[in-house]
Each structure stands twice: as structure tokens, then as C-alpha cells.
């Protein structure tokens, strides 16, 4: 028998033990049975040494598993029964996710609410519950088939390690830039809840130095979350919808924006935008546009991404802030570019390092999922664990190796493919899916409960049904469910959004206004809506546009007006191939362009546009990737203000920087339209 294998086989055979045993193994019994383990030495000398590498090793093992929530029950010895020995197994009952009863429009909206994930952190533990479930109610493989999707990403570089630490009672430290300020201070806090508003990540917290709660927006952590070894005592009961409900609810503020007539219809189109005189200001061709905002720093990106066609009047705080994001922009789109060359690939900012734990949780999820799917395809096997070739023929090497004590034929595991069809016999003891863990039950029912506010997801009976029968198997670690909350729809979106469920369920056209804003302006189309879909808060359609006669997504919030125009015309069989059913996906017009930003921007950047990462040296970034248009980038680099620039191609860069130079020198020419100040009069900013 061997005595060195691979990690993960080892583990695979001590779970196979260890369930299929009723009384329990002790560890010695453990040792000679389980292959993987050095059998006893043949002289006393190198016994003792071995003996102590075995016990340090099975400890880990031990502890490997539980960690990974795999019970391992012991049987204590009697007292004063010296030759008793501890006896080791995992119940059953206790491994596998218990008996789960859900109907086919239950399963179904589990299956969104795992898909919600499908683009964020917790995208493979949210997948992993969904088999597992589907396993056990008996209800087959279900897909997210409906005419309405949600996509959550976890972009900020802050997100996982503060979700590890929200699940292990761990204290964080970060650098934290407050609003309406540019310096760091750091902070030292308990992480209570997380939770996504308006698109945006939050942390609800106590914070140490300060002694009181406090919320934290991601999009504003500025250094490398640092997690504390210590544990902390979490409030009971705290729940972070509250807190969520709390945010967009303080005093709203209100702007005087200048812009030249008949533009910036984003702006005259906000909810109490009007227009107004100011006996301070003026110009010939020029409105003030008065509205009202809550977060300064939102409305001065927005403000900022217009450029020279907008002039904050008031309040000075905005100004300011515009004034900031505008001459930042400006230098670091001049500024020399790394001299390093673009070699040193950088890896996904979402991904984290597999190790033997990943890989044995994989392994006891795919031999039920073979299972209960005889005869499944090898490309919906790799499909669906998100693996390659290379990794499934040495998966499948682990799982023919593996088996019940004696690894005799019978014993062993037996994996086989013919003609393209994966089957496996002798697996019994690992047919049923192990229970959930606490990330897997809760990805899902935080999903659930975040698909309540969505229009015509599916009858709330079967909504209910789903989170009550979710909760129960997550038991005692439902408790994060609470702690973790999303709100992706946006109030002022609902009606748009049912009225165009409406539609693709009536198969009508309709007649929208559609802000273009790239272009500033409003067109009118024809649409045929097949599918929606929501990317964080934000909600699109795609549709059929008879004056492109081409597929198009719109942005919901851009929908200006919107009103019947008969009957489709177009049915989604005549769509192309994948379409009918999936979200956007890059145009092969798109133009490749290459972006220079600080790390942490470079990591947010990163995954919300697809981009390849490359380090330059010296805190700097490069990005690859692709737009519809480089008219847009000028716009991205006023709202990034000055942590990024284009590097190409060098057209782009050129009309950037003059965009943003331009824009920079207005600036000054329309404060000295307001006020009389004079363009070196304005509020300095700090280079």
C-alpha cells in the first residue's frame, strides 16, 4: 500500500472511512485502513518518529474536515476502561443535506437567486448550493430560464476579506477616505453587516477608536483590508436591511448647475429638476438647472463627466469637488507613461488560489451530481465545475483510487466515459451531497429575499416556500443571511420594469424616448423586449430595435417615456443563437484601448469591464480592454479623477487629455462668470 498520495485522495479516503462505518474507527484502526496513511514501521526507532508524524497528520486531516463542515463524531471511552479507545465516524444524518421538498416554480427561483451570484465572490459557493439542492429534492437540473436576470458583482478589492471576517467575529483594519474629503485616516473596526444599495457596497460596523456603529462605503476603503486575529461577540439580532433602508434618507441638498440649452438631459430629467434664474450668472444660450442630491460624491462624478458643458454654482462643496476630479484628471492625463513593458500579467482580482480543500469539496460534490446525472456529458461536467480538461482527467484518476477500506474491486470508486458520457458505479457511500455550508445556504437565501422586490420574478407562495425551506437547512448559520443584504431594484425603476415585463410576457412592442447619453441625447425607438436583466442596481432590456433592426440593451433609468405600439413581430426563435437568453456580450466593432491606473482603481476596474491586468511597477496598473467607443473615455477619466489615464490608442489618449484640459481651463472661465472671481481666484486643489 502506498504511503505517499496525494493530499486530496487521502482526505477522500478518510470521509469514505469514516461515513461508511457504523460503530467508528480509532486512529489506529484509522492508520492501517486508510490508504494514504504509513503503515507501522518495522523497528521500534523508526515507528516512534512515525508514529508522531502520523498523529500530527490525522490532527490536521481532523481538523481540515470540520473546518470545511464535515462532523466527525467521537466516541469517548468509559471511565476507567484504559484499553477503550476513542472511536471516530461521521454520521449520515448528519453529512448530508437533509430531505428537501420544492416544486418546479420554487426550484426555479432558486436557481435565479443563484445565478445572481454567477458574476461575484460568491458565485461558486451559490452554484454549489443549488446542485446540492436540486440532488435532494429529486427535482432534476434547473436553469435560470426566465425573462428576468440579476447579476451582483463583488468588484471592490474590500469585499472578500471583510465577508471572511463578518463570518469568522474577526476585527479589520483599513485606510478610509470620508466623504467630501481626500486624505486617509485608518480604521479599526467589527464588522456587523455588508450590504449593496444603488450599486454600491457597504459595511455596517462598530468602529474601535470612535466607540460607536458606523457605515462604511467599499468604493472609499483605500488600502488592503487587514483581518485581526482576535475574535469579537457580534450583536444578536442585528440585521443589516435596517441599515440599508436608512441610506439616501438624509437631508437633500440642492445644486445650481449651469449647462447650455437643450443638453444634459440626464440632469433636466432628474425626479424635481427645474429651471431656474439666478441674478448672479449668466450666459447667453446657458439654463441653471436647480436639483436636488443626497451624495456629494456621486453627483460629482456625474457633474464631472460633463466636463465643460456644466458649471456647479452652488454649493461651493460641489464645486469643489467637481474643480478636484476635473484638474486631476487633466495632469494624469499628461503625465509620462510607465516605461515598463506590458509582461507581467497580473491575476484576476476575483479569484483566489484553489488549494486541497477546494479540490476535495469539489470531489464530494461531483460524485453525487454523477450520480443523479447517468450518463451526464464530459463538457457539462467541465461546464459545471468550472474546470478543464487536464483537471477532469486527474479528477477522475482520484475517484478510481478511492473508495472504502480494503480498495478492493467493489470497494473502489469506478469513473467511466463512453463516447462523450460520464458514469459512475460503486459510489454509494458519497451519493448524497454533503450538507450546505454556511457561505453555499446563505448566497442562496440572501438571493431569495433580495428577489421579493423584483416584478414578476414568480408567485410569492413559491418565493416563501423557497426561503422557508433554504432557511431551514442553513439552521444555525442562517444568522448571515440576516447580516448581508441587497437591494437591486431601485424604486424609481419598478414601474418602468413591470410595464416592460408586461410586454414581453403580452409579446407587444413598444415606443420608447431612450436617452443616449454618451451622445446627450434623446432618440425615439421601436422596441420588441424579449429579456431583463440587472447588472448591481442597474436594469436593462434587451430588445429588438426596429430602426437598428439589430439586438440591442437599453438602460431602463434612460427610458425617458414609454407607450404600446402593437403586436412583436420578431419571435425569439428568429434570434441569433444565444441571444434570446443572454446578456450582453461584447460587440467584434469594439474597440481595444489600454488604461494606466493606481492599483486599487485598477481592481475595481478590472472586473466591471472585463479588462486584463498588468503591473507596471511603482503602484501602477495597466488594463486592456474593450469599449464600444473611445468618445466615452474622456468621461471616465473625469470621473476617476486623476487615478487613471489612456495610454491607447494614442488618438484616444490625445483627444482625452484635450477633452479633459479643455474642460479644466472652462471650468475656470465659468467661475469667473459666477461670482466674479477670476480664474486664479478659484478654490486651490491639491496636486
Not at 54 to 72: A, Q, S, V, W, Y
Not at 272 to 293: C, L, M, Q
Not at 332 to 354: F, I, M, N, Y
Amino acid at each position: 500500500m502506498p504511503t505517499k498520495i496525494d493530499a486530496t485522495e487521502r482526505l477522500l479516503n478518510l470521509v469514505i472511512a469514516l461515513l461508511g462505518t457504523r460503530r467508528g474507527y480509532s486512529k489506529k484502526q484509522l492508520r492501517e485502513k486508510v490508504n494514504g496513511y504509513a503503515p507501522e514501521a518495522a523497528t521500534a526507532a523508526a515507528e516512534a518518529t512515525l508514529s508522531q508524524s502520523f498523529e500530527r497528520m490525522f490532527e490536521r486531516d481532523k481538523n481540515t474536515l470540520m473546518e470545511l463542515g464535515i462532523p466527525i463524531s467521537q466516541t469517548e471511552p468509559d471511565e476507567g476502561d484504559i484499553h477503550e479507545q476513542v472511536l471516530y465516524r461521521i454520521k449520515p444524518e448528519d453529512y448530508q443535506v437533509p430531505q428537501i421538498r420544492l416544486d418546479e416554480d420554487a426550484m426555479s427561483l432558486l436557481s435565479i437567486a443563484a445565478n445572481l451570484w454567477a458574476e461575484a465572490t460568491l458565485g461558486g459557493a451559490a452554484q454549489s448550493a443549488l446542485r446540492k439542492i436540486a440532488t435532494r429534492a429529486g427535482t432534476g437540473w434547473y436553469d435560470d430560464d426566465t425573462t428576468s436576470r440579476s447579476r451582483i458583482r463583488t468588484a471592490e478589492p474590500g469585499f472578500e476579506p471583510l465577508w471572511s471576517a463578518l463570518r469568522g467575529h474577526h476585527p479589520v483594519t483599513f485606510g478610509y477616505r470620508r466623504a467630501g474629503e481626500s486624505a486617509s485616516t485608518q480604521r479599526t473596526v467589527q464588522p456587523w453587516g455588508l450590504g449593496s444599495k444603488y450599486g454600491q457596497w457597504y459595511l455596517a460596523a462598530f468602529d474601535l477608536d470612535r466607540g460607536a456603529e458606523r457605515n462604511f462605503r467599499l468604493s472609499r476603503i483605500t488600502s488592503d483590508v487587514h483581518i485581526l486575529p482576535e475574535n469579537f461577540i457580534r450583536p444578536e439580532g442585528f440585521a443589516i436591511a435596517p441599515v440599508l433602508a436608512t441610506l439616501g434618507t438624509g437631508n437633500e441638498l440642492t445644486a445650481r448647475i449651469a449647462v447650455p440649452s437643450n443638453t444634459t438631459h440626464w440632469l433636466r430629467s432628474r425626479p424635481g429638476a427645474t429651471v431656474v434664474a439666478d441674478p448672479n450668472w449668466h450666459r447667453d444660450g446657458w439654463d441653471i438647472i436647480e436639483t436636488g442630491y443626497r451624495e456629494q460624491e456621486l453627483m460629482a462624478d456625474d457633474v464631472a463627466a460633463m466636463g465643460a458643458g456644466a458649471h456647479v454654482l452652488s454649493p461651493p462643496a460641489l464645486r469643489d469637488a467637481v474643480t478636484e476630479r476635473l484638474q486631476r484628471a487633466a495632469e494624469a492625463a499628461v503625465a509620462p507613461l510607465p516605461g515598463t513593458p506590458w509582461r507581467k500579467r497580473l491575476a484576476d482580482p476575483l479569484a483566489r488560489k484553489k488549494d486541497t480543500r477546494d479540490r476535495l469539496i469539489r470531489l464530494l460534490s461531483m460524485v453525487p451530481y454523477l450520480v443523479a446525472n447517468p450518463g451526464v456529458a464530459e463538457s457539462e461536467v467541465l461546464a459545471e465545475f468550472g474546470i478543464t480538461a487536464a483537471e477532469w482527467s486527474k479528477d477522475m484518476d482520484t475517484l478510481n483510487v478511492t473508495g472504502l477500506p480494503g480498495y478492493f474491486h467493489g470497494d473502489l470508486m469506478d469513473v467511466t466515459t463512453e463516447a462523450g458520457q460520464v458514469f459512475i458505479r460503486d459510489a454509494e457511500t458519497l451519493a448524497s451531497p454533503l450538507r450546505l455550508t454556511q457561505e453555499e445556504a446563505c448566497s442562496v437565501l440572501i438571493g431569495l429575499r433580495a428577489l421579493s422586490a423584483v416584478p414578476g420574478t414568480a408567485a410569492a407562495a413559491a418565493l416563501a416556500s423557497a426561503i422557508d425551506s433554504v432557511a431551514a437547512v442553513a439552521g444555525q448559520d442562517a444568522w448571515l443571511a440576516d447580516a448581508v443584504g441587497l437591494e437591486i431594484m431601485n424604486g424609481t425603476d419598478t414601474a418602468t420594469v413591470t410595464a416592460l415585463q408586461a410586454a414581453i410576457t403580452g409579446t407587444r412592442a413598444m415606443d420608447i424616448t431612450y436617452l443616449v447619453r454618451s451622445r446627450d441625447e434623446l432618440s425615439r425607438r421601436t422596441i420588441e423586449p424579449f429579456r431583463l436583466f440587472s447588472v448591481d442596481a442597474a436594469w436593462y432590456v434587451r430588445a429588438w430595435c426596429r430602426e437598428s433592426a439589430a439586438l440591442r440593451s437599453f438602460r431602463v433609468d434612460l427610458i425617458k417615456s414609454m407607450h404600446d405600439a402593437g403586436e412583436r413581430l420578431s419571435p425569439p426563435a428568429n434570434l441569433p443563437a444565444g441571444e434570446a437568453g443572454g446578456l450582453y456580450q461584447p460587440n467584434p466593432d469594439d474597440v481595444a484601448v489600454e488604461l494606466v491606473a493606481d492599483t486599487l482603481t485598477a481592481r475595481r476596474l478590472g472586473p466591471a469591464y472585463g479588462a486584463a491586468l498588468f503591473d507596471l511597477g511603482e503602484g501602477r496598473v495597466g488594463l486592456r480592454l474593450l469599449v464600444g467607443s473611445t468618445a466615452i473615455l474622456p468621461a471616465l477619466m473625469a470621473r476617476l479623477g486623476g487615478h487613471a489615464a489612456v495610454a491607447s490608442p494614442a488618438a484616444a489618449r490625445e483627444e482625452s487629455a484635450a477633452w479633459l484640459a479643455g474642460a479644466a481651463e472652462d471650468l475656470g472661465r465659468g467661475g469667473s462668470h459666477a461670482y466674479g472671481l477670476t480664474a486664479g481666484e478659484l478654490p486651490s486643489v491639491d496636486g
